[in-house]
């Protein structure tokens, strides 16, 4: 069940949401989008999909308001609802997946990104860092803004040929959770969509969580960026405080 708990006209909006995948990239990559755009928090998703938990205000150190396993954020401004996923699924993702699609459709959002990861041992060839991004788009979304992502030289992820044959594999992205599958369901369905990945491995992920970031921010640019910067990075970017607790309390000096 989706519940909104705000009165927003949605229409033309662009819906962004993170597949539980390898290093929590995408879920990293949302806590950035929520934090430095300062989205409302305006609904829950509720979905016996996944594991129920609630914990503290992630973007708000002294909040009452707690958090949920599925939130919703949005911001009138930049015309984006945003959905945050901080648990697991264990469970079969159908009626999740139908009642996204019912909510788009019914609140005519333009567009969806799924923001995901993929294990970086599955990019075989040696390539620089900022070439380990790599995007899926439906027709739709090719349509209006192939022309956009040539001009930034984005590669394409593309099913890979089959020694010896010429038939090539199923396109999939190992380790990325549900990205490929709500792709497909929501293609399907007519609606327009892309997945935006980048190639790493477990560990600190939060460098990956920020060219996953800046590489959305390309196509959609809700996020200043400083012109200057010869990486063409986004600069001034905020942690939210609950990052303070992503590897646990520091070392105690004594042990050594």
């Given amino acids: ?20 995948a390898v290093g929590n990239v995408g879920q990293l990559s949302v806590d950035l989008l929520i934090s430095n755009l300062n989205l409302q928090r305006i609904g829950q998703v509720f979905s016996t999909a996944f594991v129920p938990i609630v914990g503290a205000n992630a973007y708000e150190e002294h909040s009452k308001q707690p958090i949920t396993a599925i939130d919703i954020y949005a911001g009138i401004k930049e015309r984006l609802i945003v959905i945050q996923i901080r648990s697991p699924y264990v469970n079969s993702l159908t009626q999740f997946f139908t009642e996204l699609k019912q909510f788009i459709i019914q609140k005519k959002i333009a567009k ?13 060839e040696i390539v620089l860092q900022h070439l380990k991004l790599r995007y899926i788009a439906s027709p739709d ?9 040539h001009t930034l030289k984005w590669i394409e ?6 020694p010896g044959t010429s038939r090539k594999e199923n396109l999939h992205i190992p380790g990325g959770g549900f990205a490929r599958s709500i792709f497909d369901y929501l293609s399907n369905a ?13 560990g600190d992920n939060i460098t990956d969580a920020i060219a996953l ?12 960026s400083n012109s200057d910067n010869s990486n063409n990075d986004t600069t001034h970017l905020k942690y939210p405080p609950s990052w303070k607790h992503l590897f646990g309390k520091p070392l105690q000096h004594d042990i050594y």
């Avoid at 979304?141 to 992502?149: A, E, Q, V």
Wanted: with cysteine; hydrophobic share 40%; glycine share 2%.
């Fill in 112 to 124: 969806v990104i799924i923001l995901a990861s993929s294990y970086d041992y599955e990019k075989r």
């Fill in 141 to 149: 979304i090719h349509s209006k803004n192939g022309k956009l992502f």
């Fill in 190 to 202: 007519n609606i327009p969509c892309a997945v935006l990945f980048k190639f790493c491995s477990e």
């Fill in 213 to 224: 970031i800046y590489y959305l921010n390309q196509w959609i640019q809700v996020l200043e």
């Fill in 157 to 162: 992820h593309k099913p890979k040929d089959i």
């Fill in 1 to 20: 069940m989706i519940k909104i708990t705000q009165d927003i006209n949605f229409e033309n909006y662009t819906l962004i949401l993170p597949s539980i």
